[in-house]
């Protein structure tokens, strides 16, 4: 972990090049295996560590198949997949509107798309002239739909007033019900399910 430290430490100094090729291999802790996906479509293996965060912006580690350690900024990927002991994830680079973000594909369904923001997330502060890592629980959730712009956030504070204003324009039945017990912040991926299956026509979700 040591190492992984370090290795984002020197990072963080070239934050405007978005890249960074480091020669050699270097044994970093923390890295899964998966793929980033290229702008062009491609598909290029190796292995995913952790997403930083730094004055808002996401950047993540990959380590090819090679060894070669680069850090990618979302503006030079379309996104990654990884998969752990346990589960697999798919992260699509998005912008919201201020920030370049990394964002947890849930699932897909008639132009609608729930991401949700990593769980736990590390953030780079400067203390003295020296960047530190700290990381921190968030709940977030980003909803994009296909006739709107940039994916909209949705947080506990504001999630109720968002929903209300999108479906009551297709389902006013189920914008009465949210903010309602089932219909809370917590069911937030079964609300976005229902939305979507309980719409009458097949095409596209056009809010």
């Known amino acids: 972990m040591a ?7 020197l990072l963080s100094f070239f934050q405007n090049s978005h890249k960074v090729l480091f020669a050699g291999n270097i044994p970093l802790d923390g890295l899964f295996p998966g793929f980033v996906l290229t702008l062009n479509g491609y598909q290029l293996t190796g292995q995913i560590g952790d997403i930083m965060e730094m004055n808002g912006n996401h950047t993540v580690i990959f380590m090819n198949d090679f060894g070669s350690i680069y850090s990618y900024h979302p503006r030079m ?17 998005k912008y919201d509107g201020k920030h370049w973000l990394y964002l947890q594909l849930l699932f897909r369904e008639k132009g609608v798309s729930l991401y949700q923001m990593p769980v736990d997330r ?4 400067y203390d003295k002239g020296m960047a530190k890592p700290f990381s921190y629980p968030v709940i977030e959730y980003f909803l994009d739909v296909s006739s ?3 994916p909209i956030r949705l947080t506990r504070a504001t999630y109720r ?5 999108l479906f009551k324009k297709r389902n ?5 019900k949210i ?6 912040f917590q069911n937030l991926p079964e609300i976005i399910r229902h939305f979507t ?3 009458l026509d097949k095409e596209k979700i056009l809010l």
Request: charged letters at 20%; proline letters at 2%; a positive charge.
């Open 3 to 9: 190492r992984f430290l370090i290795i984002w430490t």
């Open 161 to 165: 007033q968002k929903l209300m204003t």
């Open 148 to 150: 709107l712009g940039n």
């Open 77 to 93: 990927i379309r996104g990654f997949f990884l998969k752990t002991e346990t589960n697999s994830f798919f992260y699509e680079s």
């Open 179 to 184: 903010g309602k017990p089932g219909y809370r």
């Open 197 to 199: 299956q309980s719409s």
């Open 172 to 176: 006013i039945d189920l914008a009465s």
């Open 122 to 125: 590390v953030q780079w502060i």
